[in-house]
């Protein structure tokens, strides 16, 4: 079974920066949708970015220009890279392999990402 683990989510002061990487315990074959969504306390879980294996990418409004998702050299890697941020970008962040065609979706356990004010 595939297995997606974050890790660069920390403590930052607002207008700071941070970069989240996800890595996967293996190549996922076939197509798919790399994704990072976010999940902030009183709010339902949202979508933050997504590339797909073309390369094209979206946004939520939200955090569009501030925020660019990519993957890694390595198939198996992908990054948030978090610029200018702000406290509302406060959640839990968690990345998301969506292979729609074949029904399966792989997710990561989380981090933690908290701006203080």
């Known amino acids: 079974q595939v297995q997606l683990v974050e890790s660069g989510g920390g403590l930052v002061q607002a207008g700071g920066s941070l970069r989240l990487s996800c890595t996967a315990s293996?190549?996922?074959?076939?197509?798919?949708?790399r994704k990072w969504y976010r999940q902030i306390p009183g709010k339902e879980r949202e979508l933050v970015a997504s590339?797909?294996?073309?390369?094209?990418?979206y946004y939520a409004d939200s955090v569009k220009g501030r925020f660019t998702i990519s993957r890694g050299n390595a198939r198996n890697m992908m990054y948030l890279q978090m610029n200018s941020l702000k406290p509302e970008d406060t959640a839990i962040y968690y990345c998301?392999?969506?292979?729609?065609?074949?029904?399966?979706?792989?997710w990561g356990q989380g981090t933690q990402v908290t701006v203080s004010s």
């Open positions: 590339i797909t294996s073309g390369d094209t990418t």
């Open positions: 998301n392999v969506d292979q729609r065609q074949r029904g399966l979706n792989y």
């Open positions: 293996g190549i996922i074959f076939g197509p798919k949708a």
